[in-house]
């Protein structure tokens, strides 16, 4: 079947516009992360839905934020950007129940670049 | 808080030779780990995962991994490997109750034909 699919994969911003990333996860799987990848921070938590809510969020500023749907497709939203959010947005799936054997899978990732 | 360390940034290992990259972790309870590899401006693909069992672990392409809970650690080994297996690894602990990943900083692995 299809894996975690994101859209779209390359981007250029510039300082102060707004950003919008989707994510489509792998069918069956209601839970949706999103992950920020840098070469100075690694690979870090932003957050986490469930049900169309939001279960975990990461040490993120507000700027930052998601919803996820009823086909629980997810987006991510980035306002006001900066020079340093650049980065390689990650979308991972999984079946979202709370047994830990569930493997969470990821999508190629969205490359966001601001000028 | 759960944490992993990879203490190698790089790892440099001849086609043919075994490979180590290694990987230790820091959570209380117990802990479910899981390695990732990520190619060349490519997503994270999923090798293997510890749970509970035993603790040699197989996973996807010859790849194998040790728990050893006395040592903290999950060492993800090779046998034999290949010059296709050069790639940032990741070793990974999983939030309890949670579907949310801490990683470690990664291992670029290169493997020298």
């Known amino acids: 079947k299809a894996g975690v699919t994101q859209t779209p994969r390359y981007l250029i911003k510039t300082r102060g516009q707004q950003v919008t990333l989707s994510c489509s996860p792998i069918?069956?799987?209601?839970?949706v992360s999103w992950y920020q990848q840098t070469p100075g921070q690694g690979l870090q938590f932003l957050f986490e839905y469930f049900s169309e809510t939001q279960r975990n969020k990461g040490n993120f500023p507000g700027r930052f934020s998601g919803r996820q749907f009823s086909n629980s497709r997810s987006e991510m939203n980035v306002s006001t950007l900066e020079l340093g959010d650049s980065a390689l947005y990650l979308c991972?799936?999984?079946?979202?129940?709370?047994?830990?054997?569930?493997?969470?899978?990821f999508g190629e990732g969205s490359w966001l670049t601001v000028v | 808080a759960q944490s992993v360390a990879q203490p190698e940034d790089q790892v440099n290992v001849a086609e043919g030779n075994p490979l180590t990259v290694k990987c230790t972790y820091s959570v209380s309870g117990n802990p479910y780990l899981f390695w990732y590899v990520q190619y060349p401006n490519r997503g994270l693909q999923f090798l293997l995962k510890y749970i509970t069992g035993d603790n040699l672990v197989k996973g996807s392409y010859g790849f194998e991994a040790e728990f050893n809970k006395s040592q903290t650690s999950f060492h993800l080994k090779k046998p034999s490997a290949l010059v296709s297996d050069s790639a940032l690894y990741f070793c990974a602990v999983r939030d309890r109750g949670a579907q949310k990943l801490v990683f470690g900083q990664g291992t670029r692995l290169t493997i020298n034909p």
């Open positions: 991972a799936s999984s079946l979202g129940t709370q047994v830990p054997r569930n493997t969470i899978y």
């Open positions: 069918s069956g799987h209601r839970s």
